[in-house]
């Protein structure tokens, strides 16, 4: 096609695919967008009509495997408008040619293929378009005697448009396995859509480019759904695309008995994981850090996989803590995450967005459990937590996740090993003591700076979190059976 400078580009009006285009798709070119029936190429298709309408240039819509009220319903379920947008359907052309070959029953394997290009290049020419789609390839293919001959045909249209202003959008029904080699060869690029079924809950839809001449585009498969309003792609993570500058502080809890065990708080721009079996405390403990932030004005994100919101902030109340105040104030906000429903990328991209539009500066993940729930494999869990982390840690976004670990007593399972990853973390344990069940904490690792290398006891009710002095005859913490050997008078009183 024509020649086109780097900085002319088609914005295609799908949110997230153009930052991973680099800007969009290069102008005056021919691209093929493949993938199975129903994972959404009309869809985006159409948004990249309709933003090319919105920007002044006219576009074209032929369809061979859908009908115009086919079109307009996909239209109207997304609240779109087509006025402006013309659209050739297969009807229209099968009465072109019926008339033409005088034919009254339309067969595809009757109609030589010649006629129908002809016809569809004779709209192309007098519509002029700057933007073109054709959907789809399968249609044009079946109207084919052999390969050989679709192959020249092709060969045909890219020539015909590469001397127009247009820039070309081919859809393509064939199998997502290879499909057609040879329209992906002369294609300036290829876009392919992939839907993935899962055992339980909402498929769940990716987006990949094959290729890009000229491009550095984000590679690699990037989640993607389809909501009211279009096809929305989450572009993959990359964590040394983003940074910017923080000044250096600590993340306090404001009790100082907990404070101490950490080494007076947590560093800016580090993560701290809670781990230890359900019941311990580590989702107050992760709420506690929650409240003395945004007590000192800062704006914090807690992402819940598992308690609702309702639960929380009840639950909030219990150890006094004023969780709904500072919610209502907007300094903590609380996001209710189905990870059934959830697309993978989309929880990531909820939090950049938040840590960069609205500065947030803590994030609270409770549980990792559930969000190991949204994942395919364990595998990408841990790629994906990386990336966040890293991404996190560039703009001093202090990060804390709790990990429920398997059992109540003795012997711990943890369901994914993520304690590499962490700067620090904290274990917390039940322990026995004369009859009544007590919860321990500690902290096992710090990467920056000391911190304290005892247990102490934890205790939670109306008068808030207590921590203990150093339980220096607690044994056995790590072993998953701790015992301790001490007095009552050596333990919290009860109120």
């Not at 239209?75 to 052309?93: K, N, V």
């Not at 070959?101 to 519509?127: A, H």
């Not at 595998?379 to 990386?386: A, E, M, R, Y």
Request: aromatic share 4%; with cysteine.
């Amino acid at each position: 096609m024509k020649p086109t400078l780097a900085s002319e580009t088609c914005a295609t009006g799908v949110e997230g695919l153009d930052e991973i285009l680099r800007g969009g798709l290069p102008s005056q070119r021919l691209y093929l967008l493949k993938g199975n029936p129903g994972v959404g190429k009309t869809t985006l298709a159409l948004q990249y009509l309709i933003e090319g309408v919105r920007r002044g240039e006219p576009g074209l819509y032929i369809t061979l495997s859908e009908t115009r009220d086919e079109i307009n319903s996909v239209a109207r379920s997304h609240g779109w408008s087509l006025e402006g947008l013309a659209i050739f359907e297969l009807s229209a052309l099968e009465h072109q040619l019926a008339q033409e070959s005088q034919n009254t029953v339309f067969r595809p394997s009757e109609i030589e293929l010649n006629k129908t290009t002809d016809i569809l290049l004779g709209r192309i020419d007098e519509v002029k378009p700057k933007r073109l789609v054709i959907d789809s390839l399968s249609e044009l293919r079946l109207l084919s005697d052999t390969p050989l001959r679709y192959r020249r045909q092709m060969l045909s249209l890219k020539q015909f448009l590469s001397v127009r202003d247009v820039t070309v959008m081919l859809l393509d029904d064939h199998a997502a396995d290879g499909g057609d080699l040879h329209v992906q060869s002369i294609a300036h690029g290829v876009i392919t859509i992939e839907q993935l079924e899962s055992d339980y809950g909402a498929e769940r839809r990716r987006v990949k480019i094959n290729k890009l001449r000229g491009i550095n585009f984000a590679g690699g498969f990037h989640d993607a759904v389809i909501v009211e309003g279009g096809l929305k792609i989450f572009p993959r993570l990359v964590a040394a695309e983003h940074g910017v500058p923080f000044e250096a502080g600590i993340a306090q809890t404001e009790i100082p008995a907990l404070d101490a065990l950490v080494g007076g708080g947590l560093d800016r721009g580090t993560s701290c994981l809670l781990l230890g079996p359900a019941g311990t405390g580590k989702s107050t403990i992760a709420l506690q850090f929650a409240v003395a932030a945004a007590q000192r004005g800062e704006s914090v994100l807690l992402c819940l996989f598992e308690e609702n919101a309702r639960t929380l902030v009840a639950r909030a109340d219990s150890v006094n803590m004023p969780v709904k105040a500072l919610v209502d104030s907007g300094l903590i906000e609380i996001r209710q995450v189905d990870p059934v429903e959830l697309a993978p990328g989309e929880f990531v991209n909820m939090v950049q967005q938040r840590v960069q539009k609205d500065r947030v500066s803590m994030v609270i993940v409770d549980s990792l459990n559930g969000y190991l729930q949204a994942m395919p494999d364990v595998k990408f869990l841990n790629i994906q937590l990386h990336e966040l982390l890293a991404f996190l840690s560039h703009h001093g976004v202090v990060t804390i996740m709790t990990v429920a670990q398997h059992g109540i007593v003795g012997q711990m399972n943890t369901p994914i090993d993520l304690t590499y990853l962490a700067d620090t973390v904290m274990l917390l344990r039940y322990f026995e003591q004369e009859g009544r069940i007590r919860k321990a904490i500690s902290v096992v690792k710090k990467r920056m700076g000391r911190h304290e290398d005892t247990i102490r006891e934890l205790k939670m009710s109306n008068m808030g979190i207590r921590v203990g002095e150093p339980l220096e005859k607690f044994h056995g913490v790590l072993t998953g059976v701790p015992t301790f050997q001490g007095k009552a008078a050596d333990m919290l009183p009860e109120t």
